[in-house]
């Protein structure tokens, strides 16, 4: 029996934000946006969608030609920055979808969520007779939760939105999940965090004032000494570890589907695993969209015709916390 991704699908605003407009927010140059950061544009969200409503946009698309009754569970890996705060978006998503024999519920690790998602489904299916298809389903607004005159935390002005799904079946006829690894070093908990919101600091009127409730960074140099030693080299142990128990090695790997970083890291670890850039997804138009980034590349890559029978995928992500995740995909499809 394999499991596999039978279909994606990927869903982005219609409103843009251009390097030059990020440059006007941020007082960073438009070259150095587009050439350090890698980002020409990104989708940005109006108040009329949110993290459920790009979800289900994008889960309408995994599910063309397909009955929703046939699936069994629905599963929101998306960005915790939903609709509301003690909400779970997944029953919401379910009942839009019409998936109505599945029952729905949420994982969360923030940017590394993915290939998370991807074992949890597949292990599902392994694990219980009764699953056939799993949908996996995320949206992401967090272009909403960035500060541009905070300087410890407008770096991540590359923040997106847009909504992904995958439907992961028993028996695909279009690719097989491999094996997956997994990292997390918790000396990172409490470097990055929207401060306000929670138990620790409920909302209030001084926390509005005060801007406590976009994403901060407590300390970001403490931060980068800490996290650029290790950083390249957790990427590279959890994608050679979920090859090796995929009985693959880098070399084997046609498409590499990462996170948005910016563009020296993401040279860097294409140059540690020894791949050209043509092997892999650099999302340099959609910018990070929390944990949807390597679903987003996975669609584009479908979608340009880059995946042939036999080719080797790696999906990668990394979230704040701090955890790094990959999972092994093999393509069947012609």
Same mark, same amino acid.
């Given at each position: 029996?394999s499991?596999?991704?039978?279909?994606?699908?990927?869903f982005?605003?219609?409103?843009?934000?251009?390097?030059?407009?990020?440059?006007?927010?941020?007082?960073?140059?438009?070259?150095?946006?587009?050439?350090?950061?890698?980002?020409?544009?990104?989708?940005?969200?109006?108040?009329?969608?949110?993290?459920?409503?790009?979800?289900?946009?994008?889960?309408?698309?995994?599910l063309?030609?397909?009955?929703?009754?046939?699936?069994?569970? *629905?599963?929101?890996? #998306? =960005?915790? $920055?939903? @609709?509301?705060?003690?909400?779970?978006?997944?029953p +919401?998503?379910?009942?839009?979808?019409?998936?109505?024999?599945?029952?729905?519920?949420?994982?969360?690790?923030v940017?590394?969520?993915?290939?998370?998602a991807?074992?949890?489904?597949?292990?599902?299916?392994?694990?219980?007779?009764?699953?056939?298809?799993?949908?996996?389903?995320?949206?992401?607004?967090?272009?909403?939760?960035?500060?541009?005159?905070?300087?410890?935390?407008?770096?991540?002005?590359?923040?997106?939105?847009?909504?992904?799904?995958?439907?992961?079946?028993?028996?695909?006829?279009?690719?097989?999940?491999?094996?997956?690894? *997994?990292?997390?070093? #918790? =000396?990172? $908990?409490d @470097?990055?965090?929207?401060?306000?919101?929670?138990? +620790?600091?409920?909302?209030?009127?001084?926390?509005?004032?005060?801007?406590?409730?976009?994403?901060?960074?407590?300390?970001?140099?403490?931060?980068?000494?800490?996290?650029?030693?290790v950083?390249?080299?957790?990427?590279e142990?959890?994608?050679?570890?979920?090859?090796?128990?995929?009985?693959?090695?880098?070399?084997?790997?046609?498409?590499?589907?990462?996170?948005?970083?910016?563009?020296?890291?993401?040279?860097?670890?294409?140059?540690?695993?020894?791949?050209?850039?043509?092997?892999?997804?650099?999302?340099?138009?959609?910018?990070?969209?929390?944990?949807?980034?390597?679903?987003?590349?996975?669609?584009?890559?479908?979608?340009?015709?880059?995946? +042939?029978?036999?080719?080797?995928?790696?999906?990668?992500?990394?979230?704040?916390?701090?955890?790094?995740?990959?999972?092994?995909?093999?393509?069947?499809?012609?």
């Amino acid at each position: 029996m394999s499991v596999g991704i039978q279909s994606t699908g990927a869903f982005f605003p219609s409103t843009v934000e251009t390097a030059a407009d990020l440059a006007m927010k941020t007082g960073i140059p438009e070259q150095v946006i587009v050439e350090k950061f890698g980002l020409v544009q990104k989708h940005v969200a109006d108040d009329s969608l949110h993290a459920s409503d790009l979800a289900i946009a994008a889960g309408k698309q995994a599910l063309e030609g397909i009955d929703p009754l046939a699936i069994d569970v *629905v599963i929101y890996f #998306g =960005s915790p $920055h939903k @609709d509301y705060t003690v909400w779970s978006s997944a029953p +919401k998503i379910q009942h839009a979808l019409g998936a109505t024999n599945a029952y729905a519920f949420e994982i969360m690790n923030v940017s590394s969520c993915f290939p998370i998602a991807l074992k949890v489904a597949k292990d599902m299916i392994v694990a219980d007779s009764s699953i056939q298809n799993v949908l996996l389903v995320a949206g992401c607004r967090e272009s909403q939760i960035v500060d541009y005159t905070n300087p410890r935390s407008r770096f991540m002005f590359n923040f997106a939105d847009g909504g992904t799904a995958a439907l992961v079946t028993r028996n695909s006829s279009v690719s097989e999940v491999l094996a997956s690894a *997994v990292l997390t070093d #918790g =000396s990172f $908990h409490d @470097d990055v965090r929207a401060v306000a919101g929670g138990s +620790k600091h409920f909302a209030s009127h001084e926390t509005v004032e005060k801007n406590l409730h976009y994403i901060d960074v407590k300390d970001p140099q403490s931060m980068k000494e800490r996290l650029d030693p290790v950083s390249i080299s957790n990427f590279e142990q959890v994608i050679r570890q979920a090859l090796q128990k995929s009985g693959h090695t880098p070399q084997d790997v046609s498409l590499l589907l990462p996170l948005h970083t910016k563009r020296s890291m993401f040279k860097e670890l294409l140059r540690a695993l020894e791949l050209p850039e043509e092997r892999a997804i650099y999302l340099s138009h959609h910018g990070h969209m929390s944990s949807l980034d390597p679903c987003v590349g996975l669609h584009l890559a479908q979608q340009e015709g880059r995946l +042939k029978k036999g080719d080797l995928a790696v999906a990668v992500s990394a979230g704040t916390g701090y955890t790094w995740a990959a999972t092994v995909i093999r393509w069947l499809g012609e």
